[in-house]
């Protein structure tokens, strides 16, 4: 297994960590809440937006997940109604907060207990929440340097509520200066200044990076250079040959490509979990067809069923959220409002078999 790939079993293959996890182990068990592991359900969640004003209410969300076989959800901020109708559902959750409160979460202690007394605590016992997102694609940004303090004060106040959940923040392949060939992924400059702290505290949490990987943008922005059928998972060769690494498909790369950036840093290995990817059914945009964002899903899902890693991670289930549920009508104009796998009246935009 390569140093840039982490897994939990690594502290049990390891008899200097043994005690380590052992104690691990026994405190999470005192904790009166612990999260459920991710790896648990279904390798394929899905991202429920809500910037659209004609989508159905949460109680009918949860009802055609639970009838989709949909087991794991991310909600982008802590929506009430969401989360009363997630209660009891089975379902796990990411929750996410907004980026505008990073600064309050960073600075005063106070502020993240109150936000994981208001959003965390009335759910916990009934409510399977898998991470809490803090900050949503900020780094690099002029927020970037409030993520790892509000992490930490947010991680603080769920060990003060007696919850265990792991604190985490998600990234786009904006933090990568380099992402080709996927050995030599590196971040930016900039990013690497808050990334390499990032990464060690959520190492010490065993707590995985979240990072939105779309081959669809990597495609569009190239297609001269880059091959549809590598982008859609249905190229039957090996399209980019890394050293001694092969690959067949843009979201393996592009995984690795975070991965090995990770590894660049030099610190302790952590997981990336793939917050978003996704395919347009529409909107004018290069490829954005139905035949294209049905293949590409229905591709995913059987890619991660083989449960066979990535070239570089070799042996880890990826842990994947597509986007979006549904269509949503208050985004951006174009391919941004047609994402969705459901339209608003949940029928299907195109069929995925999760």
């Known amino acids: ?115 994981v007394d208001a959003n965390v605590v009335p759910y916990a016992a009934a409510v399977n929440f898998t991470y809490i997102d803090i900050g949503n694609e900020v780094i690099p940004g002029e927020l970037a340097a409030f993520v790892l303090p509000a992490m930490r004060n947010i991680n603080a106040a769920l060990h003060s509520a007696g919850i265990s959940i792991p604190v985490t923040t998600t990234v786009s392949t904006a933090v990568l200066g380099t992402s080709y060939p996927p050995s030599q992924g590196a971040f930016t400059e900039e990013a690497s200044q808050v990334m390499g702290p990032i990464v060690s505290f959520l190492a010490s949490i065993n707590a995985p990076l979240l990072a939105n990987v779309y081959p669809y943008f990597a495609y569009a922005g190239n297609p001269v250079e880059i091959r549809l059928d590598y982008a859609l998972f ?7 040959q890394d050293g001694s690494l092969g690959y067949s498909n843009l979201f393996d790369a592009m995984v690795d490509s975070v ?8 610190g302790p290995a952590v997981r990336v979990v793939v917050s978003e990817t996704g395919w347009p059914s529409a909107g004018g945009g290069n490829a954005s067809t139905f035949d294209n964002a049905r293949a590409y899903n229905n591709n995913l899902i059987r890619h ?27 985004k951006p104009e174009g391919i941004e ?12 935009i195109y069929h995925v078999e999760f």
């Open 1 to 115: 297994m390569e140093r840039g790939c982490s897994s939990l079993h690594l502290l049990l293959h390891r008899p200097f960590f043994f005690a380590a996890a052992i104690s691990l182990l026994y405190s999470a068990f005192l904790l009166t809440t612990t999260a459920a592991a991710g790896s648990g359900q279904g390798l394929m969640g899905v991202n429920y937006g809500m910037k659209g004003d004609n989508l159905p209410t949460p109680p009918e969300v949860i009802s055609l997940c639970n009838s989709r076989n949909i087991t794991k959800l991310r909600l982008f901020d802590p929506n009430a109604a969401a989360l009363a109708a997630l209660q009891n559902s089975g379902i796990h959750v990411i929750l996410g907060s907004y980026n505008e409160d990073l600064p309050n979460f960073a600075a005063d202690p106070s502020s993240a207990i109150a936000w």
């Open 234 to 240: 249905t190229a039957s060769d090996v399209v980019v």
């Open 259 to 266: 991965n090995s950036a990770i590894e660049r840093l030099g």
């Open 304 to 330: 991660l069923n083989k449960k066979i890693g990535t070239p570089k991670c070799p042996g880890n289930d990826l842990e994947v959220y597509t986007f979006a549920l549904f269509n949503e009508n208050l």
């Open 337 to 348: 409002q047609n994402f969705g796998m459901f339209y608003p009246d949940m029928t299907e």
